[in-house]
């Protein structure tokens, strides 16, 4: 049986208060004040820190752009050793600048996030420069473990994001890159790399561990891996619908039944145990896409039948997938 929690033990949500306010628990003429004690009624002072961020966020972001389009626009103007020594002066004066605010404060994590991405443009320069020949995913490979060490001393989530996306173009790339592609292999190393990056992020975060405790960083690894699920999905029934049953290989048939596993798993975590809002909901759209993958196929004999037919399923999935899914936030008081 599903063991509700005591709502007066959850953080109140804008929904909570509606609702009090609507049963008459909370004097509606004191709606706004409970608002603003909640939180969700910013006063000058977090305006001002918000203003203070996003311009702090936008002036890193647009450095680091200003860097690759300066020398971009001077390249051939430019001896190579200006171009080294001015890259290598910033990487060093923000890393600097990072350690003199200190890594514990928002100023320190950016600046040093700012440093992760000069690295790559370090890399991408020598490359240039000397024409060493590589495949463009070692630039990926290499810039992802040197700036590893900036990421464990950050513990900073936009930092990580960006280790994060490094390795999933160093994969994609590696099996495009070195004549092994294979479809299979690409996939499994892509969603073993996920799926193991969002268990890690998942349990970490029912460790409390401090800089986890955002609501988007595992939801966007969560959504990198039920897209994998889907390409996982696609190409199977592409490789059982092309070619006969018997023809698909073992490693297709183990990846889409781990698959249909891991699926379960994150729509029945997120749902029952651990709810997040988005996640179920993008979860069971998952389920529903490999469902559907087949009907396209059964139904495919007469176009316009199975558009009809699969417009009305799909219509009645997505609906019936809002209403469970707002059920179960209702049963949470309205936290997602």
Avoid at 65 to 88: D, P, S, Y
Wanted: hydrophobic share 55%; charged share 10%.
């Amino acid at each position: 049986m599903l063991e509700l929690p005591d709502p007066l033990d959850q953080a109140p949500t804008r929904e909570s208060i509606q609702h009090y306010v609507n049963q008459g628990i909370i004097d509606r003429s004191l709606l706004q004040r409970a608002l603003q004690l909640s939180g969700f009624t910013p006063n000058a002072q977090a305006w001002v820190k918000f203003l203070n961020l996003m311009l702090l966020v936008l002036g890193a972001g647009l450095a680091v752009c200003g860097v690759f389009f300066f020398f971009a626009f001077n390249w051939q103007t430019m001896h190579r050793f200006v171009k080294l020594g001015l890259v290598q002066g910033g990487l060093l004066l923000s890393t600097v600048a990072a350690l003199w605010y200190g890594l514990e404060r928002i100023e320190g994590k950016i600046l040093l996030t700012v440093s992760a991405c000069l690295v790559g443009a370090l890399m991408a320069l020598f490359g240039q420069i000397y024409q060493t020949g590589a495949d463009a995913y070692t630039l990926f490979l290499n810039w992802a473990l040197v700036i590893t060490g900036f990421a464990i001393a950050g513990n900073f989530a936009p930092l990580w994001l960006l280790w994060w996306a490094l390795w999933n173009l160093t994969l994609s790339l590696y099996y495009e890159q070195t004549g092994d592609f294979s479809h299979t292999k690409e996939l499994l190393s892509l969603f073993s790399f996920n799926g193991l990056s969002f268990a890690v992020v998942e349990f970490l975060r029912q460790r409390k561990l401090a800089w986890l405790q955002t609501n988007w960083f595992h939801r966007v690894l969560g959504l990198m891996t039920l897209w994998i699920l889907i390409l996982i999905s696609n190409y199977f029934g592409d490789e059982v619908y092309s070619y006969s049953a018997t023809d698909v290989s073992t490693m297709a048939i183990l990846l889409y039944v781990l698959a249909l596993g891991v699926l379960a798993a994150i729509t029945a975590y997120h749902y029952f145990i651990n709810f997040d809002g988005l996640l179920a909901l993008a979860g069971l759209g998952t389920i529903w896409f490999f469902v559907d993958r087949w009907l396209i196929e059964w139904l495919s004999d007469d176009f316009a039948i199975s558009f009809l037919v699969l417009g009305m399923i799909i219509l009645g999935q997505t609906i019936g997938s809002i209403v469970w899914v707002r059920q179960r936030q209702q049963l949470q008081g309205g936290h997602a």
